[in-house]
DNA sequence: TCGCCCTATATAAGG
DNA sequence: TATAGGGCGA
């Protein structure tokens, strides 16, 4: 049996004709074998633009990594000639392992195989003077640049509280995604920041990175952009070089990494066929708050005339019900390319969705589903839990530690992200570079030696007068009486072992002077004297960051792959679920995907929807499809009726993708007690599919999104799902009065606001709760 | 200068 | 509900 999905909108292109030259059977090298038609395809048009739309689960990355091997094994390009940029380090890294297991050893030579910023490094590196830089530049992380933004809000006397860094610090980063520079930045925009402060901000703090010899990720895109445009000789020299280039991922590339390959791939009417290589998936783009540009990959054929199209749409991953169900989710979006993705093989089994009470329940629900599974003889590895947003993690893991069920959050806070890590790099950063001074004011007084905000202020004062960077003006401070005795003699103290760590650092191993830093600052001690739960695994954390170390030729080239990659290697052996956003999810698959929360509100998130309209919408949609289509075998989705957010009860509709999904893949219920005392009701409902497929529910839905008149839904509804949208006046509550609530019990209305009550709980305590779950009692 | 308490706030997170 | 950061008293 085969499952084949039309999409409406396939017919944006048409079909390639098929003028490849055929290769001679005999000589076909042994990496072709094994590919299908399109992938082929993809693998043999080396030369002139391409497009390659890769659905999800069609083999995308075996077709990129067979490209580039097949460019290099017939010797098209040396390695050195290949440009293939990346979004990740972990993509990066895969691709490179994998050309190698193909063509047999480690690539050598692949220098420009990398993400955008690492790349954007080293060619920033190689030409740094050309945007006012030293080439040793320091690559500043985000607390960083929060700190030097707060000590320009100072400067300019505003109220961080109504400003504040982190704002400032967004709006920077969108400008500079977008490939503006301070004098480009349209003045509406400029003016949305403290009364228009916004581009003098920008400029000052790219002046106070110059002085610091210091950029941020931006930065390492956006100053190569500037080169590439105001040095024709340089951009030459790269065209010259890149005699193929490949993009991963291009549906995600943000306005600043488009024009910076642009410019290199020569598109655009300068005339030149250059043979570049783009692979994506529109219906995947879910980083547009990140800056990514989905009219990038929609645009390419137009950017690059000419362009060949080739849509890799047999899917090897899922069951044809999966596809079924997330191919006719998606169809609800305008503006695709339009794919139409296949498989073969049985149906396989229907998406199961499932309405529940609250979250705590949605927990013990998915728990048992994969401990059933289990039983069965499936890995936990093999299953994941994908939420929209990291606070859904909490009912999990609380429920997973009682059961004593094995599982791992992935991403979250990245290894080099946490307090420890930055607070040891930064002392290893001023030993590499004494005029680090952003590094120098996070350990100046870590740990607390004494020195306070005061003397800070004094010693940034001195520096200024001097004009010295921070280390070398502590030292001349010392000597004179600027600062109070205690903290004179401190920094005296600090300012010695710094000048020790960098005599000493010529001559002993970087990992011994780790150690040796770590342990004369003081800073072991002070975690040792920590009794706090978290101190001793810092203590560890540290162990592990100096062993990593062990892997570099030297201090510098450690710091510069820690700031370029964040991460650090973990090799997993042990069978656990995994649990994780859907974000996170991307490009990985799992037989068993859990899909909790798919509520109005949270998924699709309220905030998106309302920040980004219909646009918004449809990346959440694409999100949704990023989750089904990670699962191979089997998908749960559930939604619950009511769910804590910060700490007050929340009522919210199953989410309108929920609707969306073809009926015919999907198996619904309703779960045992979910109308509680309610009887009468649960005859109608015994199938949450005849709820939703009823007028009543459709009206419901369609009165939900319309926004406008959002008439009260029929009382089944209203009982079933609740709403947020009854009328507030129309409380049939009352101060004082008594009430049953099926979760939390009797209690008394302590106030009224809308349909919101404010009950205290006989047993539970004080509640926030929607009228529609209180009878009177 | 340190530490405690109070209050404001709350997606997603790559490099 | 949890946490982070600011304000204020010792």
């Known amino acids: 049996m085969t499952g084949h999905y039309q999409d409406p909108l396939d017919s944006a292109f048409g079909d390639e004709p098929e003028d490849h030259a055929p290769l001679m059977p005999a000589r076909e090298p042994p990496y072709l074998s094994g590919l299908n038609k399109e992938q082929r395809e993809a693998v043999e048009a080396t030369e002139g633009p391409v497009l390659v739309l890769a659905g999800a689960g069609t083999g995308k990355t075996r077709v990129l990594t067979t490209r580039l091997a097949h460019i290099l094994s017939t010797r098209k390009a040396w390695p050195g000639q290949i440009l293939a940029v990346t979004f990740t380090n972990k993509a990066a890294r895969e691709l490179k392992e994998r050309i190698g297991a193909l063509i047999g050893g480690v690539v050598e030579g692949m220098q420009w195989l990398g993400t955008f910023h690492s790349i954007g490094a080293r060619m920033l590196r190689r030409h740094a003077e050309l945007a006012g830089r030293k080439s040793n530049f320091t690559i500043i992380d985000t607390d960083d640049q929060l700190r030097l933004m707060k000590q320009l809000l100072q400067a300019e006397n505003i109220d961080d509280k109504r400003w504040p860094a982190r704002t400032l610090a967004s709006m920077i980063d969108g400008w500079k995604n977008r490939g503006l520079k301070p004098e480009d930045v349209p003045d509406g925009e400029a003016h949305a920041f403290a009364f228009g402060k916004g581009r003098s901000l920008y400029a000052a703090y790219q002046e106070r990175l110059r002085a610091l010899n210091a950029c941020d990720f931006g930065d390492l895109l956006l100053d190569v952009l500037t080169i590439l445009r105001e040095h024709p000789d340089v951009l030459a020299d790269y065209r010259d070089r890149f005699r193929y280039i490949l993009v991963d991922e291009y549906q995600d590339t943000n306005t600043v990494q488009y024009l910076w390959l642009k410019l290199l791939a020569g598109g655009g009417g300068s005339g030149v066929r250059s043979n570049v290589c783009v692979v994506g998936d529109d219906d995947q783009s879910i980083y547009g708050w990140r800056g990514a540009e989905i009219e990038n990959i929609l645009r390419f054929e137009r950017d690059f005339p000419g362009a060949k199209v080739i849509r890799l749409e047999r899917n090897y991953r899922s069951t044809p019900a999966i596809l079924g169900a997330a191919s006719g989710l998606i169809a609800a979006n305008k503006g695709r390319l339009g794919k139409t993705l296949w498989t073969e093989g049985e149906p396989g089994e229907k998406i199961a969705v499932k309405g529940v009470w609250d979250a705590e329940e949605e927990a013990r629900n998915v728990a048992s589903e994969a401990e059933n599974l289990h039983r069965q003889n499936h890995l936990y590895a093999q299953m994941a839990i994908l ?308 007028p009543g529910w459709k009206r419901a839905q369609a009165n939900k999104s319309s926004g406008y008149t959002r008439a009260r839904p029929p009382l089944i509804e209203a009982q079933a799902w609740s709403v947020q949208t009854s009328d507030p006046a129309a409380s049939q509550f009352g101060r004082g009065d008594r009430v049953f609530h099926q979760k939390f019990g009797y209690g008394l209305v302590r106030a009224v606001e809308g349909n919101k009550l404010t009950v205290d709980f006989d047993k539970a305590g004080e509640k926030k709760v929607i009228d529609q779950f209180v009878t009177r009692g």
């Open 387 to 694: 939420v929209r947003a990291s606070f859904q993690m909490r009912e999990f893991e609380d429920r997973f530690i009682s059961l004593g069920l094995p599982y791992k959050v992935i991403g979250g806070p990245r290894f080099y992200e946490r307090a420890e890590i930055r607070d040891a790099m930064a002392y290893f950063r001023l030993v590499a570079q004494g005029d680090d001074d952003l590094a120098f004011e996070r350990i100046i007084n870590k740990p607390k030696r004494g020195i306070g905000d005061a003397s800070v202020q004094v010693l940034h004062q001195f520096a200024r007068s001097m004009r010295m960077p921070l280390l070398a003006a502590a030292r001349d401070i010392v000597v004179t009486d600027e600062l109070p005795p205690k903290a004179k003699k401190a920094l005296g103290e600090l300012v010695g072992n710094f000048m020790r760590w960098a005599e000493v650092s010529r001559q002993i191993p970087h990992t011994e002077l780790a150690e040796m830093i770590l342990d004369e600052s003081g800073y072991t001690d002070m975690l040792k004297a920590d009794k706090s739960a978290e101190a001793p695994g810092r203590l560890d954390n540290l162990k592990e960051l100096v062993r990593s170390m062990e892997q570099f030729e030297s201090l510098a080239a450690f710091l510069e792959h820690v700031a370029l990659v964040m991460e650090i290697e973990q090799n997993e052996t042990e069978d656990r679920i995994n649990l994780m956003t859907l974000h996170a999810a991307k490009g990985l698959e799992f037989d068993t995907v859990f899909l909790p929360g798919w509520e109005e509100g949270l998924f699709p998130s309220q905030r998106t929807m309302d920040e980004n309209g219909v646009a918004g919408l449809e990346e959440e949609r694409r999100l949704a499809y990023v989750g089904l289509t990670r699962a191979k075998k089997r998908a749960f989705i559930s939604f619950a009726a009511n769910r804590r957010i910060h700490g007050s009860w929340q009522s919210a509709l199953p989410s309108r993708f929920i609707n969306e999904l073809p009926p015919e893949h999907v198996a619904a219920a309703i779960d045992e007690g979910f109308y509680g005392g309610n009887a009468g009701f649960r005859d109608n409902m015994d199938g949450f599919a005849s709820t939703y497929d009823s």
